[in-house]
């Protein structure tokens, strides 16, 4: 079954560094997303994009961040200038379909760790 | 306010007994879907079930099926048949077709599966 694949699993970072977390979403969805899940806590809507552009964003997705799709399958954030805060579990999902959105479920990846020091 | 619910930070069950997991939601859009997503120990989040808002009939998928209120804006999900391996965290999320379309997801309810 096909799959979202997120790389690194676990990525570690000095604070004030950039950091750049990367995505390969299912090759036929249109759809795609940033979530991020802080320990213990609920998981939390970043960032969606559609047709190489952001269609949504969150309060938390503010200029620090940024998303790109620099091919046609690698799917990335940025996080500029990373702080202890943005330690959390950062998740790609992807999902088919623009159109009745609301039965798309939407496919998550196994999420990269990221542990600012 | 809280746009999806769930009461229960964590639930007990036996091995091979049934277990209902609560999710209550709150939306004035009339269309929207609701979904359940499984996080086992190890992170990652696995889609389950889902139901639309205008759908007549309470999903199902294996051993998972969903206990859809409209009226009562809740969205229960059953496990029946309970495994060790269901132990983990399940998290109820929404959708709407209007407005954010992203998914709202709940605090999660850690079940754990006693053999």
């Known amino acids: 079954e096909p799959e979202v694949t997120q790389t690194p699993s676990h990525q570690v970072t000095q604070m004030g560094q950039e950091v750049i977390l990367r995505c390969v979403p299912i090759?036929?969805?249109?759809?795609f997303y940033w979530y991020r899940q802080i320990l213990g806590q609920k998981v939390e809507f970043l960032v969606s994009?559609?047709?190489?552009?952001?269609?949504?964003k969150s309060e938390i997705f503010d200029d620090q961040f940024s998303v790109e799709r620099p091919d046609g399958s690698n799917f990335t954030l940025k996080i500029r200038s990373t702080k202890l805060e943005d330690s959390a579990m950062y998740f790609c999902?992807?999902?088919?379909?623009?159109?009745?959105?609301?039965?798309?479920?939407?496919?998550f990846g196994d999420g990269t760790r990221l542990s600012i020091l | 306010a809280q746009k999806i619910t769930q009461t229960q930070p964590g639930m007990f069950v036996q091995e091979k007994e049934a277990v209902t997991l609560d999710c209550t939601y709150d939306?004035?859009?009339?269309?929207?879907?609701l979904f359940w997503y499984k996080q086992p120990s190890s992170g990652e989040m696995i889609f389950l079930i889902y139901?639309?808002?205008?759908?007549?009939q309470n999903a199902t998928e294996g051993r998972y099926s969903l206990n859809f209120q409209k009226a009562r804006k809740s969205a229960n999900l059953v496990i029946s048949a309970s495994q060790l391996g269901d132990s983990a965290m399940y998290f109820c999320?929404?959708?709407?077709?209007?407005?954010?379309?992203?998914?709202?997801f709940g605090s999660g309810t850690r079940l754990q599966v006693q053999p």
């Open positions: 999902a992807s999902s088919e379909s623009v159109f009745r959105a609301s039965n798309q479920p939407q496919h």
């Open positions: 090759s036929n969805h249109l759809y």
């Open positions: 994009f559609y047709n190489n552009e952001i269609s949504e």
């Open positions: 939306t004035s859009d009339p269309s929207y879907g």
């Open positions: 139901q639309g808002s205008y759908d007549q």
């Open positions: 999320a929404m959708r709407e077709d209007t407005g954010r379309r992203a998914l709202t």
